[in-house]
C-alpha cells in the first residue's frame, strides 16, 4: 500500500487527534462524568486548546455548536484564554 503525500499527512493528522484523545482521557479528573457539560468542556480545552471541537462534543455528548458557544462564553467572562 502506497500513500500519496495527502494522504500520507490525514492519516499523521488522524494518528495525532487519536493520540491527544488517549492523553486525554487518560488524565480527565475521577470525577468528570459528575462536571456540568460546561466544566467538562472547560476541561478538555484547558488539557489541549486545539482538540477540535467536534471531538470535545464527543466526548461530553453534546454537539460541537454547543461546545463552540460554551467556549465562547467563557472567553467573554475571562474564564479561559
Known amino acids: 500500500m502506497n500513500l500519496n503525500e495527502d494522504e500520507f499527512n490525514q492519516l499523521i493528522s ?3 487527534v487519536l493520540t491527544s484523545v ?9 470525577n468528570f462524568r459528575d462536571m456540568s457539560k460546561k466544566d467538562q468542556i472547560r476541561s478538555i480545552y484547558q488539557f489541549n486548546p486545539k482538540i477540535d471541537r467536534s471531538i ?7 454537539t460541537p455548536e454547543t461546545v ?10 475571562g474564564e479561559i484564554k
Do not use: F, H, Q, Y
Open 14 to 16: 488522524k494518528l495525532d
Open 22 to 30: 488517549i492523553a486525554l482521557t487518560s488524565n480527565l479528573p475521577s
Open 56 to 62: 470535545i462534543a464527543i466526548i461530553v455528548g453534546t
Open 68 to 77: 463552540s458557544s460554551r467556549l465562547s462564553e467563557m472567553r467573554k467572562i
